[in-house]
Structures are given as structure tokens and as C-alpha cells.
């Protein structure tokens, strides 16, 4: 998304892409290949998001409810795999998150693009306001956005000491 930015200083691809010319046509481009694989890729992004939570939910129920009665073998495998499962997943949210923020920085940089002819600016205008920022996630239901990975942890943290509260006869001494 940064190749799609007019006016940077340093860029990896030719400058002819970020023509008025070209970038209409390779943007759409790369909406039809983005759509394509979030097709697929969407489908398992929500279970994978609830699976994943239920697991660390039951990992720090399991850590916190019964770490008096279990091993410290079994608290290092049990605490090891609810950490580095937080840790992948929390990530995996913030990048998606930051990829869908520099789609629509790309968008926003559109508007300074120096076109000298009329009707160039007001086709890229149009071509600007018709395009939608490319996303991480199932359409209209998951989208991925710079929060999602703040409320993951909340909804985490949340969940645990829920969990923790309802448990009966729980009484750690």
C-alpha cells in the first residue's frame, strides 16, 4: 500500500505506477487479487478469533482455578501455550489492523496528487471516492481495524475473570 502513495521520496517500483494512468488500473488490480484471497481467507478468520479465545480464556481459567493442585510442568506447558498463543494472535491482529490503516492513508494521499490536465484530476477524483479501503477479515461481519487487538485483550481479560467469578465453589486458600 505505501508503493500506492504519490509525492514519497524513496519508493521499491517504478514511478510510472503511481501515474494517473496506471494506478487506477492497477489498483483495481490489486482489489480483485485482495478480494480473491479474503475469500478464502476470511472464512477461517472468525473461528480461528473465537477458537483461539476460548482457548486462552480456558488456559487462564485452568492457570489460575487449579495452578495450586497441577505440576510445574504442567504450569509451564498450560502457561507457555496460553502466552505464545496471545502473543501470535495479538499480532496477527495488529498487523491486519495497520494494513488496513495504510489502505486508507493510501486513499487519503490520493487527494495531492499533482495532475496537470482537468479532466485526469476529476477522473481520479471519482476513482478516489468509488474505492473502498482493502481489509483483513469477513465483510460485514469481521473486519480488522487498528482496535480489534485492544479488544482481544479486553475481551480476554474480561472473559477470565467472568469465568473465575461464576465458578462454583471456588475458594483458593
Known amino acids: 500500500m505505501r508503493e500506492l502513495r504519490p509525492n514519497k521520496k524513496k519508493y521499491v ?52 482455578r487449579y495452578g495450586h493442585i497441577l505440576t510445574h510442568l504442567d504450569l509451564l506447558r498450560i502457561s507457555s501455550f496460553v502466552l505464545i498463543f496471545q502473543v501470535v494472535w495479538s499480532l496477527t491482529l495488529e498487523f491486519s489492523g495497520q494494513f488496513y490503516r495504510h489502505s486508507i492513508a493510501t486513499l487519503i494521499s490520493w487527494k495531492g496528487l499533482r495532475i496537470p490536465r482537468k479532466e485526469d484530476r476529476k477522473y481520479m477524483s471519482r476513482f478516489r471516492k468509488s474505492c473502498r479501503p482493502l481489509y483483513i477479515g469477513t465483510e460485514g461481519y469481521f473486519v480488522i481495524r487498528r482496535l480489534t487487538v485492544l ?23
Open 13 to 64: 517500483t517504478r514511478h510510472s505506477l503511481r501515474h494517473s494512468a496506471q494506478l487506477p488500473l492497477f489498483y483495481r488490480q490489486l482489489e480483485i487479487l485482495h478480494k480473491a484471497g479474503i475469500r478464502l481467507l476470511g472464512k477461517i478468520l472468525l473461528p480461528m478469533q473465537f477458537l483461539i479465545g476460548k482457548f486462552i480464556l480456558y488456559g487462564n481459567f485452568t492457570l489460575v
Open 151 to 173: 479488544k482481544f485483550l479486553r475481551a480476554i481479560i474480561r472473559g477470565t475473570f467472568r469465568s473465575l467469578l461464576t465458578a462454583k465453589g471456588y475458594n483458593r486458600h
